[in-house]
Nanobody, 125 residues
């Protein structure tokens, strides 16, 4: 499975960006797909996940109400619409996927076998 993330950039606080992650290879609509982010000097943290094919999407508390994740299984893409961006959202954003994620582990980076290369999001104050 290969993942290609895109859509990052520089935006002012309060602005919006839309990230996309294109999957290719032996992927499946039954896989869980997630977004993580890593700010400089910080651990990688969970942002959002689309859990298997159930249609449920989970968000971290820090982005809930501002970010919206969507999934198009026909096109093997997931998007992350980020609104009301804050300087603390500045990070490299990664998409990840795996067939073996269970609900108790979907926020754990160790649960994901495949990772994209990351896309930089910078929010200026």
């Amino acid at each position: 499975v290969q993942l290609q993330a895109s859509g990052g950039g520089l935006v002012q606080a309060g602005g919006s960006l839309r990230l996309s992650c294109q999957a290719s290879g032996r992927t499946s609509s039954s896989y869980t797909v997630a977004w993580f982010r890593q700010a400089p000097g910080m651990d990688r943290e969970f942002v959002a996940a689309s859990f298997r094919s159930y249609g449920r999407i989970y968000y971290s508390d820090s982005v809930k109400g501002r970010f919206t994740m969507s999934r198009d299984n026909a096109r093997n893409t997931v998007d992350l619409q980020m609104n009301s961006l804050r300087p603390e959202d500045t990070a490299v954003y990664y998409c990840a996927t795996s067939s073996s994620v269970i609900s108790s582990t979907l926020a754990s980076q160790s649960a994901y076998a495949y990772w994209g290369q990351g896309t930089q999001v910078t929010v200026s104050s």
